[in-house]
Structures are given as C-alpha cells and as structure tokens.
C-alpha cells in the first residue's frame, strides 16, 4: 500500500538552527500539506500546497517557514532559525484529488519528531 | 472558523468493555467529520468519516459515530474494546466548502489494559 515518508524520525537541533523536514508524498497526489502537534496539543494545521505555491497558511506558518517540491517527489518544510517553541512532531500529509475532504481521504506520514534545545 | 473539543485526555478501559470518545464541534454550517487513529509509533489513519446522509457512520476495526447535529457532537463507539485498540484517537472537521484544511482535536488517548 503506497504511503507518505517522512524523515528524520526525530533531530535534535539548536535553538537559532536551520531545519528541515522532509517528505515523499504518494506519487499520484496533488495536495500537500504539514501539520504540526506540541506534546500534549492538538494537532494543528500548517500550510497547504498546490501546483507548486502555497493555497493556505495558518498563523503559525510565519516567515520562519518555508516549504518547496524541489524535485517532484519530495516536499519539504524549513525552518530558518529554530526557536524552543518549535518542538513538535511535525506530521506531512498529502492527498490526490480536489474538491476538498469530499474526494480525497488525507493519508499522514509517521511525523518527524523535532526537539529544540 | 470551526474549532474541535475532545474532552476525555486518557481514557483507561478493561478489554471488552465499551468505549466511547467525546468529539463536539464548533461550526454553524455544513460540516465533513472524521476520526484518526494513532497507534503507538504509526502514521495517522483514517478510521471513519461522515458527509452526509445515514448520522451513524460505521468504520474499520469495528468502530463507529454518530453525528448528532442539534448537539454538534460526532462521538466515536466501540462496543468491546480490545488491547490492541490502545492509540491516541483523533477527532477532525473540516467545512463543505472548497479544499479548507482539517481543524484537529487535541486527542484522546485510549489504553486498554487486559
């Protein structure tokens, strides 16, 4: 069964560190989004992605973050200066079709788990 | 915008006890709801999900919910849990209008001990 990829499975950085957390989407979706949980939180939505931009951001997604599909199986999330509030495990997903939750189930990865110190 | 409540933080059951997991919701207009499932170091999966139609949505595994719209409440049930249903449950909603990105609980978390 195809899934979604993600790694590392959890890094450790500095707080003021570059990130990134990568991502292999299903190879026949169109949709990418990151979600991220804070231990103890709910999981909260980052950023959409489609036809190569950004659809949607929440507040969270500031310009700290960026995401790019360098390559056109990867799909990445950056973070330029980590802070010690960006722990998280930090979750890719993507899904194949659009018209919203109605056509396309959203499959998750496993997370990448990402400790600031 | 819409918001998701999950009251039970841990949840603790013996094996065939039943099981039911709180999810209300906050949105006044057409919503689309889900539960996920987490087990312990797996992805996030889809366990049952609701459009329209039948408010009694049957999933895998056994589980379903029931969306009560007066109530803006979509509570998950298991009639006898076993201990391999032990994961963090996941209530999410997101709105009938276009590709708007699912609104998460906080989780509940399910231990099921023998």
């Known amino acids: 069964e195809p899934e979604v990829t993600q790694t590392p499975s959890h890094q450790v950085t500095q707080m003021g560190q570059e990130v990134i957390l990568r991502c292999v989407p299903i190879s026949n979706h169109l949709y990418f989004y990151w979600y991220r949980q804070i231990l103890g939180q709910k999981v909260e939505f980052l950023v959409s992605f489609y036809n190569n931009e950004i659809s949607e951001k929440s507040e969270i997604f500031d310009d700290q973050f960026s995401v790019e599909r360098p390559d056109g199986s990867n799909f990445t999330l950056k973070i330029r200066s980590t802070k010690l509030e960006d722990s998280a495990m930090y979750f890719c997903?993507?899904?194949?079709?659009?018209?919203?939750?109605?056509?396309?189930?959203?499959?998750f990865g496993e997370g990448s788990r990402l400790t600031v110190l | 915008a819409q918001s998701v409540s999950q009251h039970n933080h841990h949840v603790i059951l013996s094996e065939a006890a039943s099981l039911e997991l709180g999810c209300n919701y906050s949105?006044?207009?057409?919503?689309?709801l889900f539960w996920y499932v987490q087990y312990p170091g797996q992805h996030l999966q889809l366990l049952l999900k609701?459009?329209?139609?039948?408010?009694l949505v049957k999933g895998i595994k056994g589980f379903e919910a029931e969306f009560i719209k007066s109530k803006f409440s979509f509570n998950l049930r298991k009639p006898s849990v076993q201990w391999s249903d032990t994961a963090e449950y996941f209530c999410a909603v997101t709105t009938n209008s276009g590709n708007t990105p699912l609104v998460f609980g906080k989780g509940t978390r399910l231990s099921v001990i023998a």
């Open positions: 949105y006044g207009g057409t919503v689309n």
């Open positions: 997903a993507s899904r194949r079709t659009s018209g919203g939750a109605r056509t396309g189930e959203l499959f």
């Open positions: 609701y459009f329209s139609g039948d408010p």
